[in-house]
């Protein structure tokens, strides 16, 4: 893994700049971002979200963490939610690990206040977020659960989370798992909410297994038509989260005998000991050795994780291809950018609605060409990680609007980049690099016209115009 000079900011993009080093892998940058929360992050010639932050919650007897960031607030208000209305199963604390940085209430804030002292000095973000229960400076004015604490130790944090579920930009996933190594509990499970996959030449890596290899946990994978703003301001969305329980957790026994203190491990028809071995997204068994969770905890199954996640505002579907769920989140980047260069020709509905349909078409296929043992199709055509997520970033998203105003403009997407983007890069595009070198590689470019045909123009190759020549495979 390649690793990234980062500046981190204390504020927006004229604060003050310190410099650290964190292990960043290659491949496709979370893109679904629900509010931004606590601090941001830059890296020198790569796209980066603000960073995230870890949150945790209590699962039956232990607490159950959930890794958190920065650009996405939603999903931890959601759980704050959840674990307080479900004390059943959670514990109602949730914490909240927050990069922590001094800053003063604004002016504007409904907070602010002449005399007090909140106000009129800098105080630690955490602070000022657990003093409020509303993140005063990036998403202000969005009240935070009550039970939703800032933690800014990472280490505390995790301990004694059962589950972890992590929403940061994918640079920072070796090194945040590198601190977390020896701080968590060994049967944790994980979720990512991190969009997309990494690219390169040799392979395509999800996020949520290099997540579980780093960890020594299983992880699955959370993505969908989830905008930032609106998650956050509860308006209505869907997401679907792919969860496969490992053997070990989805064949937990009905215990023959109990004790006042609960089962005996002796009660149980099967010795789940013996059950550590589970598939990854290649249909290989993985090389992670799985931690049986104690018999006194809740299965961590598809109950348990819609019940963490599912609100009237924000419904949830849990299925099991953790492979086409996070495949969705990096393909469609690309079908955006095509979306957004016929737009820019003004050919209308019709031809982007073209782009689309055979764009989500050579989704379905790359997944199933390269992830044959577990994706299924129904992912990219029924839920709203694979259609739904389609249509919303070929409608507003950032991919779309900057291809769209390169052509318009009559300039090239990197200087779009440049001017609209803050310093940021588009995922669609790297990711359009990547997978035509992957293709390349296996001799495949020719059975994705679309998908190839995008890095073409991407790289001057052929024309806009092109595209619908392109599209049928036809030669430029």
């Known amino acids: 893994m390649p690793v990234a000079r980062v500046q981190s900011r204390s504020g927006l993009p004229d604060g003050p700049v310190s410099t650290r080093e964190c292990v960043a892998p290659s491949g496709e940058d979370q893109i679904m971002s629900c509010s931004i929360e606590v601090s941001q992050y830059f890296i020198r010639g790569r796209d980066c979200e603000p960073a995230d932050v870890e949150m945790a919650v209590g699962l039956g007897p232990c607490r159950l963490k959930l890794g958190k960031s920065t650009s996405q607030l939603g999903d931890s208000e959601i759980v704050a939610e959840n674990a307080k209305e479900h004390p059943d199963l959670f514990e109602e604390e949730v914490q909240m690990w927050v990069y922590e940085e001094e800053i003063t209430v604004p002016k504007t804030s409904k907070h602010y206040d002449a005399g007090s002292k909140f106000s009129t000095q800098s105080h630690k973000l955490t602070k000022l977020i657990n003093h409020f229960h509303e993140n005063v400076k990036y998403l202000p004015d969005i009240p935070l659960p009550t039970n939703l604490i800032a933690n800014p130790s990472l280490e505390d944090s995790v301990h004694d989370s059962t589950i972890l579920i992590f929403n940061l930009p994918h640079q920072f996933i070796g090194g945040l798992c590198d601190q977390m190594k020896g701080h968590i509990l060994p049967y944790a499970r994980g979720i990512s909410c991190i969009k997309g996959v990494s690219v390169d030449s040799e392979d395509v890596r999800l996020f949520s297994e290099s997540i579980g290899d780093k960890l020594g946990i299983y992880c699955g994978a959370l993505s969908g038509a989830n905008i930032a703003n609106e998650v956050a ?63 006194d905890l809740p299965p961590i199954d598809h109950d348990i994780i819609k019940t963490l996640f599912h609100r009237p505002y924000f419904h949830v579907q849990v299925v099991s291809d953790v492979a086409g769920v996070s495949l969705g989140g990096a393909l469609k980047n690309i079908v955006a950018i095509a979306t957004g260069f016929v737009a820019g020709l003004g050919w209308g509905d019709n031809a982007k609605a073209a782009v689309m349909r055979v764009g989500l078409l050579e989704m379905v296929k790359f997944g199933k060409m390269f992830f044959s043992n577990n994706v299924q199709t129904k992912t990219f055509t029924e839920e709203s990680a694979g259609v739904a997520d389609l249509i919303t970033s070929c ?77 049928e495979g036809k030669k430029k």
């Open 233 to 295: 301001q509860e308006k209505f969305s869907e997401t679907t989260i792919a969860y496969d329980p490992p053997p070990m957790d989805s064949r937990n026994p009905t215990p023959k005998a109990t004790t006042p203190q609960g089962p005996t491990p002796s009660s149980s028809h099967l010795d789940l000991t013996a059950i550590n071995g589970h598939k990854d997204s290649k249909g290989k068994t993985s090389k992670v050795k799985l931690i049986v969770p104690p018999p």
């Open 395 to 471: 409608s507003g998203g950032r991919n779309y609007r900057c291809a769209k105003m390169s052509v318009e403009r009559k300039v090239s997407i990197q200087e779009v980049e440049k001017e609209e983007l803050n310093g940021q890069m588009l995922q669609g595009t790297s990711t359009a690099e990547d997978v035509y070198h992957f293709l390349k590689a296996r001799g495949k470019v020719d059975e994705f016209p679309l998908l190839v045909g995008t890095y073409r123009i991407l790289q001057g190759e052929v024309r806009v115009e092109d595209l619908p020549d392109l599209m």
